[in-house]
């Protein structure tokens, strides 16, 4: 199995909200993201009234939904979990709505995924609070307004640019994720390393930060495997030796590139020349998803200089060529 797919089962689930920050002091990083935040909240709590909706950006894995159940604990609000491919009409989203409690945190995960008259149902609720409830069918089908309580939306998706204006427009407030620093994730790992009990020395903490691909679910996942690795092979503390075992078996390189980003730098350079190359070719030819490539692995490789984003295609940098050990063409004479 992938160790760093971003799915996560039931038992992945568990772990992962075993680790959750429950308040914005306790947050790793996104020190920005966390002041305005806790301004907006701290505001909000003063007027007695419910915050203005949030909207979440970035890769999986930086805490999204964690920001989200913070919201909720920071304003001692009940959260509501949803996402965008779970409410395909407009009813399924009416139900979640008109049944919202006075305050109540809605967060809705992929809201890029939604469908159409769902998200412009929700235009009216998040502005009005309101929504129309149409009764009956063809000719004789009336609208009836439907007030709703005061709720807080927090949207979360891979990207914003996926969202219409429209939508975007009515979040009072947008945050933008971005992958975390190494000094970041080695304290998170020490935070997790804690919770769970485990010793873990400095330099394997350094190490793990290094290959996390910036990115907290992917450190706390490698610290699990690595802890598995320690404690079947070792004395059960994570040690340098231990670290670099674990990490070696799971695939994971020495920049923290995974099977799927090698697969689209191997396919970049190898079968397109180094590019420039479209994303939807380049995605074909490595069996995934458009939007895979585009919001999970395009933003780390080009962050790590590895691929440039050109008007023509996706194209590699010298460096790519360099981590694959290959050497790039000679550019043509003329
Ligand atoms: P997303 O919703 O963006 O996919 P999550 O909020 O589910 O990401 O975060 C994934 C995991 O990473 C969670 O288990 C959480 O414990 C951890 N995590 C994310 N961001 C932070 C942070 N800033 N500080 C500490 N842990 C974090």
Redesign the pocket.
Known sequence: PRVVTQDADAEERAA??A???TSLA?????TRVRDQLDLVLQAARRRGTAPDHVLLS?P????????ALIIGAEMSAPVRVTSGPAIQHAGDLAAILSSLAEGEVLFL?EIHRMSRPAEEMLYLAMEDFRVDVVVGKGPGATAIPLELPRFTLVG?TTRSGLLPAPLRDRFGFTAH?DFYSPVELDE?LH?SARLLGIELDQDASTEIAGRSRGT??IA?RLLRRVRDWAQVHGGGRIDLAAARAALELYDVDEAGLDRLDRAVLQALCTRFGGGPVGLATLAVSVGEETETVETVVEPFLVREGLLLRTPRGRAATPQAWAHLGLTPPRPTPG
Do not use: Y
């Open positions: 992962e909200s680790l959750r920050p306790e947050l790793v990083g996104q970035g999986p894995g930086l805490g999204k939904t964690t920001l995960d979360a994720l998170l935070r907290p679910r706390n």
